[in-house]
């Protein structure tokens, strides 16, 4: 293996935090990474890493050799972006992972389209609400939606959240129409729950247009692990939703429901929707997917047009 290659190894042991992440990126075993990395300091003369059963860290040799081996990897990355620039069409195979709806309602058209511009593009999409491990499950994409957990995963935003609080109008008819946080709360809830996440708390204004914001827990008797259920649920009058705008396909008017506590801000602080990928630099193939889809999406996100009236509401 050459020394760039094993430049490059060493850089994403340190990016990855680990051996064995670094490993599954490469699809190597962790005692042939081990010896790439001590056949480098071996050709260098120099120790990188002080090394311990559970972690490592760099030497002060491996801190100054670090940074120069990111000038050089992003050089040969921009070498190599260069070159694919000039290539006729992308080629290859894109393994994505996407939460259900997304991938249903948004995902599966842009991919149709795209494998239509991109005949010798293969395309393997993995539908799942739960948060698949990108590096051991081999993903070259991820799109996620909410708050980034800490990561040493690349992320792009892709679009805003935009929330919204729904009840259909037989609902209203049957419990009365709340006009504050406190009232809401004590009617009953349509909420999100799956294995990694139950979504039960309101996070709002406490006055209506204002800036300090309070967490209310919501209560319900239907909880469901799927965002369509979850809005049939509240269309059906089984309860209010707090939703991210996104989970709509069509126009909420159509269905019956209709938005409540407009005047309140709900909180959407560090969400998003992301496009995550494990690598330092975008592959092309990766690149021109991503900027497929965030054409497709639009700004402000199509979704929003499911809300009539949504740009002056909740601020």
């Known amino acids: 293996m050459s020394i760039t290659n094993q430049l490059s190894l060493f850089l994403d042991v340190v990016q ?62 921009n070498i190599h972006n260069i070159a694919d620039s000039y290539q006729s069409t992308p080629k290859g195979t894109i393994k994505i992972t996407s939460p259900v709806f997304l991938g249903q309602e948004y995902l599966q058209p842009v991919i149709s389209q795209f494998m239509q511009k991109y005949p010798d593009v293969n395309v393997t999409l993995s539908l799942d609400d739960k948060k698949a491990d990108i590096i051991a499950d081999h993903y070259d994409l991820a799109f996620r939606i909410g708050k980034l957990a800490e990561s040493n995963l690349i992320a792009k935003k892709i ?36 294995a990694d996440t139950t979504l039960d708390q309101l996070v709002i204004s406490e006055k209506p247009h204002g800036d300090d914001f309070k967490s209310y827990k919501m209560k319900g008797s239907y909880k469901v692990s799927d965002v369509r259920m979850m809005v049939a649920g509240v269309r059906d009058g089984l309860g209010y939703a707090v939703i991210d705008l996104y989970n709509l396909n069509q126009n909420i008017g159509e269905q019956g429901i209709v938005t409540l506590l407009t005047d309140y801000v709900l909180s959407s602080k560090d969400k998003a929707v992301y496009a995550v990928y494990p690598h330092r630099k975008q592959t092309p193939l990766v690149r021109e997917f991503i900027q497929a889809f965030q054409d497709d999406i639009g700004d402000p996100p199509r979704w929003v047009s499911h809300v009539p009236g949504y740009a002056s509401m909740y601020r």
């Open 16 to 77: 990855q935090g680990s051996f064995s992440k670094a490993a599954a990126l490469h699809d190597m075993d962790n005692s042939s990474l081990s010896k790439q990395i001590k056949k480098l300091e071996a050709s260098l003369g120099v120790q990188l890493l002080n090394r311990s059963t559970r972690s490592f860290a760099l030497t002060p040799a491996g801190e100054e050799i670090l940074g120069q081996a990111h000038v050089l990897i992003d050089t040969l990355d």
């Open 159 to 194: 679009a805003n959240t935009h929330f919204a609080i729904i009840a259909s109008e037989a609902f209203l008819q049957g419990h009365g129409r709340p006009t504050t946080p406190e009232e809401l709360v004590e009617l009953p809830a349509v909420i999100y729950s799956n």
